[in-house]
């Protein structure tokens, strides 16, 4: 359902070459038993007849009877290749193989490339190339099995070449408390990574036709000493037969965006849906509107700035099979219209789990239609500064291996993935984690957790958050915070000259200096207070320098002065006191006047921008007011600032 057509594709494509070479030996069969006893061919056909039904067992038994009247019948070592490939006994099927090639390798040339296959589903690479390459060569082979051999070989080649230079020290299974002999597949990891998401395929027995039944179930488990402790199922406030798997989350954590399958009043077969948690209850789920079609949608993922949303989908339009597609929020705030992501992620094959990194940037996801190790692998792909994606690019081995490589979460420092795979071989999917390599890592980021708050009442406040990159001023990021909570979520590059401004009308706005070389941490949590604009109130520039005992502004400065001439734009009643304020280095007489010059300076900035010079006075105050102690560089620097006071009530 969610993750379900990619064991069909498996199967699929190990089985159906094989369907097609029997029932083009059987068209052949009337020239090559003219010599043959009646007794022989029936024998065959039952042979045959027991391989349809699926009774193998009686098949093997009539294939060994043909084959003690003519141990050179082809066909009959072609059938039980056939079988034992089916039920997964490769060397007794390269052993079969390799007898028809023997007999006959003019009429069975395919058989080269179902050797080929074979090789290369065992990751055994270096043997599947000469079967391989011997099917392209043959006069008999059609040009579109010849491409989906030279397809092997890319394949077979760029996997024999990626076993000799692993790219990460090894991956690991998670324990025994999370891993079970259902199928498990990675959901999230939260910043601080002690908390693990995942859903798990649960089998609930067969129903009145004895089929099995399932259920996909999301459950939770939050580290304790360093271990993954029996996760607790998660519980959603709608019926739990409502299927619901492909969750992705918000790095926060209180934003789901899940698949629901069959759901009343669902478009498609499968149709994409978001919940958010109010306190501890998750919300009525809500469908992409503008989003879900008649077709299948599944595995949707939205960026952190909550502009681009990335999800799977088998609708028309794409490349061939399941494709990533993107879209971008409009300004009224819904989804605009869906693109494919194009060739440098989409194949004629099969694309889908998406996971886009907290950097909004670096994109990973799943895919068939590539060179790769076998099976599904993992790829990515980086989004430049002009909004394109790069060439996917295969995360190597052994981080994909000849197995499934589903999904990956990768942590918001980059210091650690999750995978999910079936490489143990058990017949179900587990969950796996690796240190990524420098080549695979994201971009490093910052997760800034913040409220915003009145300062007195402390209620929450929605307001204009913005982060600007200094000395440029450039905006990497805009956003409100909850308008119940005043609650919101940051994910900026770790760099110095960061600066964060918050904005409401009726409220003075603040600023701050957002990161500083000592921080290390990948997440940090502030708090915002804001004051209702008033007479006598103040706002302390925090982004606004000058030149080492001057009055010159830095080019650092202006992002932060043009955010005053934004409040005092909003704000077009007030009238204001440009206050200059320095540190007690030097004479008095010097800091008074130097104060003096540069509040005078921020004036003339002012006006030259269209606010009127009659709402602005400036005085200088020297280091008579100092914020801090005066014998440390942090205090002296505290004490170095510019200030505005309001003048008038508003």
Request: glycine fraction near 6%; include cysteine; proline fraction near 5%.
């Amino acid at each position: 359902m969610f993750y379900s057509f990619v064991i069909k594709t498996k199967t699929l494509k190990t089985i159906r070459p094989l369907v097609l070479i029997v029932l083009w030996a059987v068209l052949w069969m009337p020239q090559v038993l003219l010599a043959q006893s009646n007794k022989m061919l029936k024998d065959f056909q039952k042979a045959e007849t027991a391989y349809q039904e699926q009774k193998y067992t009686d098949a093997l038994q009539w294939i060994e009877k043909v084959l003690k009247k003519d141990e050179t019948f082809a066909p009959a070592y072609l059938l039980k290749a056939t079988i034992a490939s089916e039920q997964n006994q490769m060397p007794q099927a390269i052993d079969s193989y390799n007898k028809v090639l023997q007999l006959d390798s003019v009429h069975y040339t395919r058989i080269f490339y179902l050797l080929g296959n074979i090789y290369y589903q065992q990751g055994a690479y270096a043997e599947a190339l000469p079967f391989l390459k011997s099917f392209v060569q043959s006069s008999r082979a059609s040009e579109e099995s010849k491409a989906k051999a030279e397809f092997l070989i890319r394949s077979a080649a760029f996997a024999e070449k990626a076993l000799n230079h692993p790219v990460v020290d090894s991956v690991v299974s998670l324990p025994e408390s999370l891993n079970t002999s259902d199928n498990e597949y990675v959901n999230f990891v939260n910043p601080e990574q002690t908390v693990l998401i995942f859903t798990r395929k649960v089998f609930l027995g067969k129903d009145n036709q004895q089929r099995p039944v399932y259920r996909d179930e999301v459950f939770l488990s939050r580290k304790e000493k360093g271990t993954w402790p029996a996760p607790q199922r998660m519980r959603f406030p709608w019926p739990e037969q409502w299927n619901m798997g492909g969750v992705s989350f918000s790095p926060d954590g209180n934003t789901m965006y899940f698949t629901g399958c069959q759901w009343p009043g669902g478009r498609g077969s499968c149709d994409l849906y978001f919940s958010k948690k109010k306190g501890n209850e998750w919300q009525r789920p809500q469908p992409f509107y503008n989003i879900n079609t008649s077709r299948w949608e599944s595995q949707g993922v939205v960026s952190t700035d909550n502009r681009m949303l990335i999800f799977a989908s088998r609708r028309p339009g794409g490349k061939g099979g399941s494709d990533l597609w993107l879209s971008l929020r409009q300004k009224n705030g819904q989804w605009g219209q869906p693109v494919d992501m194009g060739d440098s992620i989409n194949t004629p094959g099969d694309e889908m789990a998406p996971f886009l990194h907290p950097d909004n940037r670096t994109l990973y996801f799943s895919s068939n239609g590539r060179p790769g190790m076998g099976g599904f692998d993992l790829y990515f792909s980086r989004k430049d500064k002009n909004g394109h994606w790069s060439k996917a690019q295969n995360l190597g081995y052994p981080v994909n291996t000849k197995s499934n490589e589903l999904n990956l979460v990768v942590a918001s420092d980059g210091s650690r993935a999750w995978l999910t795979s079936d490489r143990d071989r058990k017949g179900n999917y587990d969950l796996y984690t690796f240190i990524p390599d420098s080549t695979m890592r994201p971009q490093k980021v910052v997760l800034i957790r913040g409220v915003v708050l009145d300062r007195h009442s402390k209620q929450p406040l929605q307001a204009q958050i913005l982060v600007s990159r200094l000395p440029e001023g450039v905006v990497v990021d805009s956003l409100y915070s909850d308008p119940e909570s005043g609650r919101f979520l940051l994910s900026v590059p770790a760099e110095r000259n960061l600066s964060l401004h918050v904005f409401k009308k009726g409220y003075l706005f603040a600023s701050k200096h957002l990161l500083s070389e000592k921080q290390t941490d990948s997440t940090r949590q502030i708090t915002i207070l804001l004051d209702s604009v008033a007479k006598g109130k103040s706002i302390r520039l925090n982004n606004v320098y000058f030149e080492v005992d001057q009055a010159s502004l830095q080019p650092a400065a202006t992002p932060e002065l043009e955010k005053v001439v934004q409040f005092l734009k909003q704000h077009p009643a007030l009238r204001v006191e440009i206050e200059g304020h320095t540190d007690n280095t030097g004479s008095a007489a010097h800091n008074l006047k130097l104060s003096l010059e540069r509040a005078q300076t921020v004036y003339r900035y002012l006006v030259r921008q269209g606010i009127d010079g009659k709402r602005l006075t400036c005085k200088g105050y020297g280091n008579t007011r100092p914020v801090a102690d005066n014998t440390t560089e942090e205090g002296r620097a505290a004490n170095r600032r510019t200030e505005l006071k309001i003048l008038n009530e508003h």
